[in-house]
């Protein structure tokens, strides 16, 4: 008897975590390409009159397909290259979140400016 | 009674599509961790686990109905560009905020910001919801990517909820009216 209390044997996991660390990575890396190309079309012109897709919604239609263009492409990379393999998650989670934090905070307007 | 079909779209884009999201957020989180949390207790049959697949899916397409709906339908008539001379500018929302000073930041902050960072949680949401799928119970084999998804469907909700508080307020300042007039009821004359 284990005086702690009863052992519940964890389950083994079945799937490697390669798939999983892709679609984190990759919706960070897609959320970040939003606040980068937010940034871009604001700053030049001739991007910002390339990236207007649809006329009514102006750039933020370009900006937004090719953001999620950028994000499905990368994880369609990373899951193919990924799919049977185990990887750090930690630096891939870590590093995943810091993209999507900072896309909230290049998001913000007045931030972006400074740039 | 009365109202627009564009303020009514409005309504179905920020209450019906915006905040239907929110509100799932608290059970997502709560079930996320109820399922998959570190003691392992929980059981979890496989009615269970279709439910929170299906929970999170609902909640990923409501996300992208709420962008979707929001950047191409609500903003084009948003920032509608006025006829040279008219001086009323209700029905063009932008311009009304940038005519006075006391507004324009509801535009040049809260809809640049709403706009952009919108965008962000229909990512993670189906993140999230591909997770679920792909792993099912074996999540609870995963611990770092359990939390890496419950990170991000907490920085989605942070998302949806900027862009909700200033979808509310842009709506309280400058509503987004016009179209057909659907009169509910007719009230009584005085």
């Known amino acids: 008897m284990n005086p702690g209390g009863p052992v519940i044997p964890r389950p083994q996991a079945t799937l490697p975590n390669g798939p999983g660390a892709a679609a984190v990575l990759s919706a960070g890396i897609g959320s970040f390409a939003l606040s980068i190309l937010a940034i871009v079309a604001d700053k030049l012109p001739a991007i910002k009159s390339l990236l207007a897709f649809y ?3 102006g750039p933020l239609s370009g900006v937004t397909t090719v953001a999620v263009l950028v994000w499905l492409a990368v994880w369609l990379i990373l899951d193919r290259r990924w799919r049977a393999r185990t990887v750090a998650l930690g630096l891939v989670s870590a590093a995943a979140l810091a ?4 896309s909230l905070l290049l998001t913000f307007p007045p931030l972006a400016d400074l740039l | 009674m009365e109202f627009t079909t564009r303020g009514l ?3 179905l884009h920020g209450m019906g599509f915006g905040a239907l999201y929110l509100l799932a957020f608290s059970g997502a989180i709560v079930e996320l961790r109820r399922r998959y949390g570190n003691r392992g207790q929980a059981s979890v049959g ?3 686990e279709k439910f929170l697949k299906i929970y999170l899916v609902t909640m990923a397409v409501l996300a992208w109905l709420t962008v ?6 609500i903003y084009p008539w948003y920032r509608a560009v006025p006829p040279v001379g008219v001086a009323n500018l209700a029905g063009f929302p932008q311009r009304l905020l940038q005519s006075n000073p006391a507004t324009s930041a509801w535009h040049s902050i809260g809809m640049e910001w709403k706009e ?3 965008w962000l949680t229909p990512i993670a949401a189906t993140m999230a919801a591909a997770v679920s799928i792909k792993y099912g119970r074996d999540l609870r084999s995963h611990p770092q990517l359990r939390s890496a998804v419950l990170c991000f469907t ?15 307020m842009l709506d309280q300042h400058a509503p987004v009216e016009g179209g057909a007039v659907i009169r509910l009821s007719q009230g009584e004359p005085r």
Not at chain 2, 68 to 73: D, E, S
């Open chain 1, 55 to 57: 006329k009514p919604t």
């Open chain 1, 99 to 102: 993209l999507l934090v900072l």
């Open chain 2, 68 to 73: 979707l709906t929001g950047t191409y339908l």
């Open chain 2, 46 to 48: 496989p009615d269970d």
């Open chain 2, 9 to 11: 779209l409005t309504l």
């Open chain 2, 154 to 168: 907490v920085v989605a909700f942070l998302a949806a909820g900027i862009a909700g508080f200033f979808g509310a």
């Open chain 2, 116 to 118: 952009h960072v919108g």
